[in-house]
């Protein structure tokens, strides 16, 4: 088993990793984290959402690059580090762990993927849709009568970087899916309160998937 480094303090906002660390696990109970890449320009991207038991910072332990995101804490937060040194000792003694590792891999890579696809096929409002649906999936809490509370403050940069739209379109969506009842905003939190109507507008990202095999 990998003997992590102590724990840092709890963290609010950007998780700042110490240059001999590789990896780190989200060891806080209710907590997430997002893992995002910057432009030139100050324009974020954010590729993934992590919560508690996961990893980041796999990458650089394979190929030994420099990390290819930041992770920033979204509520305070403690992670785990597991330096590089640490990691390939325990994988001399149980090498098993590779497979663990490239199951992880694998399926980040799908949701790559299918993020690639909604960012190629679906429409603005399709992409919000499917953001707020990924977010339901990570911090959503039941609220009664089939709606669910995304219960954590979620600034429209934010989805605009999940999303990978402009912030005005965001805006724009928000307003659109407020007057039609689909969702309610609460201060910076928003309450999903039609999920049909949400997944109904990602429905065209089944086109990806692949084609059932002809029958002769």
């Known amino acids: 088993m990998l003997a992590p480094s102590s724990a840092p303090p709890r963290l609010g ?6 240059a001999t660390v590789a990896m780190a696990a989200i060891a806080s ?15 974020e991207r954010i590729f993934a959402l992590v919560g508690e038991g996961e990893i980041i910072g796999e990458l650089s332990l394979i190929d030994h690059q420099p990390r290819s995101a930041s992770a920033i804490a979204l509520c305070d937060s403690t992670f785990r580090y597991v330096t590089r040194q640490a990691f390939e000792d325990c994988t001399k003694d149980d090498p098993e762990i590779y497979k663990d590792l490239t199951a992880i891999l694998a399926a980040r890579l799908r949701e790559t993927n299918e993020t690639l696809a909604a960012a190629s096929f679906l429409s603005v409002r399709g992409c919000v849709a499917r953001t707020l649906l990924e977010l339901a999936d990570y911090i959503g809490k039941d609220a009664g009568h089939g709606r669910i509370l995304l219960d ?6 934010d989805l605009a970087a999940m999303a990978g739209v402009a912030r005005e379109n ?3 969506v928000l307003s659109d899916l407020k007057k039609h009842g689909v969702i309610e905003q609460r201060l910076q939190s928003y309450v999903l309160k039609d999920i ?21």
């Open 196 to 216: 049909g109507a949400l997944e109904r507008a990602v429905h065209n990202l089944c086109q990806f998937r692949r084609p059932a095999e002809k029958r002769d």
């Open 170 to 172: 965001v805006s724009r």
């Open 152 to 157: 954590q403050r979620i600034s429209r940069k």
């Open 29 to 43: 109970s209710k907590a997430w984290s997002k893992s995002t890449v910057t432009s030139d320009r100050g324009e």
């Open 13 to 18: 906002k950007r998780s700042l990793w110490p």
